[in-house]
């Protein structure tokens, strides 16, 4: 037969059983026990188990048991300094480290229990930390690529977003998805069509990287660097006009290649590397052009051009006329004078 019995007391006890058969003999054991307090047993959890700078983490001690009473305290050391009671408490971390966590339980019978538990808090931060355009001058419609480094400096894998952008209203270039482990540094490049930008304007570049949540650092996301000029195609000494003079720097650079002396890039129209034929027709197609030349300037000039070219054709036709008419004339006076 089992039976049990609960101690409200401590103390030493004698326990006897006596047993009767049916014979109606008895025998008799005495055994003695000590009844004293157990200690708590320690335990707790915490959240999110991998943490960053800055957030916060919760801790929760209420798992922890009294075994015999109740318990009245729990104390815990968050490993950086930091203090704290209560069963459920929270905390964040001020920089990256793996923090050795102690819960000391206390319970109403005087005793009690420790349990230490390891959090590693991690950095989250990337950053742009380079924007190279891969000319400061270009004409409109060349494609300047642009190449953006971008670098994790947290200690956990990122993926996130970089975009590029030009001038003071941001217009975008061009976004781009990014893997980075830990510590890792990549190039990033962008294609920006220059077409249809205005001439004579130097347009500022600027990549940002998506802040992420909790991020250590935003300030190192954006960067905003280098101007980019867009030129007139065929205005070699940047005056704002094609002409004779923009012609004789294509002459005196004539078949020069880049790195040669009288290489130069300004005359190098389509960005090969080499002064030849090719930039000769290219300043012959905007030969006259004009830096800021209004539109309806353009098409006053291109009217003005077919009103003088038409005059010219009527003095042309008129002058043939009376030509032919003398002519006739003179043929008349002849042929009255034979006869
Ligand atoms: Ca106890
Ligand atoms: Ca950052
Ligand atoms: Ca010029
Ligand atoms: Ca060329």
Redesign the pocket.
Known sequence: MIITHTYVELGNFTVTLTVTDDDGLIDTVSMNITVKNSPPIANFTFSPLAPVVGELVTFNGSLSSPEGGVIVGYYWDFGDGANSTGAIVSHAYGYSDTFNVTLTVLDSEGLNDTLVKQVTVYTR???IISLTPSTSKAYAGQVVTISVGVRNFGNEPQTFNVTAYYGGDNVTIETKRVSLEPFETTTVVFNWNTSGLVYKISYSLKAEATILPL?T??T??ILVNSTVRINLLGDANNDGVVNIKDATLLGISWLAREGSPSYNEDADFNRDKIINIKDATLLGAHWGERQNQRLWCRMLFRGVDKIIVFFLKAIALFLTFRIMACLNASVSMCQGLRG
Do not use: F, G, P
């Open positions: 931060n990337i950053a991020e650092d935003v190192d996301n």
